[in-house]
């Protein structure tokens, strides 16, 4: 599966953006989802997962509340809806599939990635 993140962008602190992950293949709702994000000199770190039917979902500490994962089968996408976006939400945003039932945090269980999308924050 090929997957194409978007929709990011400069955004005041306060504000929200909503990335999306399109994936190419027909076999996209088989696949558990997972955004990621590197931020500059830092390690990549799990932000949200989306099991396959989307019923199940797990988002890091640090964006409950705040970002929403959802997904859309028939149109092969996955959404990370990102409200009261503060600075420290500044990386680069990956999506991730993963073949696996699950909503795994750790990347290593993710199969395939996309190519990145930044987002930037300003206080």
């Known amino acids: 599966v090929q997957l194409q993140a978007s929709g990011g962008g400069l955004v005041q602190a306060g504000g929200s953006l909503r990335l999306s992950c399109a994936a190419s293949g027909r076999t996209f709702s088989r696949y558990s989802m997972g955004w990621f994000r590197q931020a500059p000199g830092k390690e990549r770190e799990f932000v949200s997962a989306?099991?396959?039917?989307?019923?199940?979902?797990n988002h890091a500490e640090s964006v409950k509340g705040r970002f929403t994962i959802s997904r859309d089968n028939a149109k092969n996408t996955v959404y990370l809806q990102m409200n009261g976006l503060i600075p420290e939400d500044t990386a680069v945003y990956y999506c991730?599939?993963?073949?696996?039932?699950?909503?795994?945090?750790?990347?290593?269980?993710?199969?395939?990635w996309g190519q990145g999308t930044l987002v930037t924050v300003s206080s």
């Open positions: 991730a599939a993963d073949i696996q039932e699950s909503v795994s945090s750790w990347s290593r269980d993710y199969d395939y």
């Open positions: 989306i099991n396959w039917s989307g019923g199940t979902t």
